[in-house]
């Protein structure tokens, strides 16, 4: 039975380059039940991440894909990223 691993450093370089060339490998931008940041009406708004996947974010319970994310104007690791990015420095 194939189930989902956790990548290791017991994987050899080979091993590794043929899992990122059959993309198998993503790196997410947020490890699940982090908090992050939204901009809500030009606010700094901490939600969790509650799943992440290729097409989108689940950000407190609510499934929003990657443009609809853009559009909100991003997710940020910190509050002091989003204002930042809500002063256009970002």
């Known amino acids: 039975m194939l189930k989902t691993v956790s990548l290791s450093k017991n994987l050899s370089i ?3 380059n043929h899992l990122i060339d059959t993309g198998h490998v993503f790196v997410t931008p947020f490890g699940l039940n982090r908090t992050c940041y939204i901009v809500v ?7 969790i ?3 992440v996947s290729i097409k989108g ?3 407190s319970g609510s499934w929003y894909t990657w443009e609809e994310v853009e559009a909100m ?5 910190s509050e002091f990223e989003a204002l930042k990015a809500i002063a256009g420095g970002a």
């Open 57 to 59: 974010v689940q950000l």
């Open 73 to 77: 104007g991003g997710v940020y690791d």
């Open 41 to 47: 009406n030009h606010k700094p708004f901490m939600v």
């Open 49 to 51: 991440a509650t799943d």
């Open 14 to 16: 080979d091993q590794l």
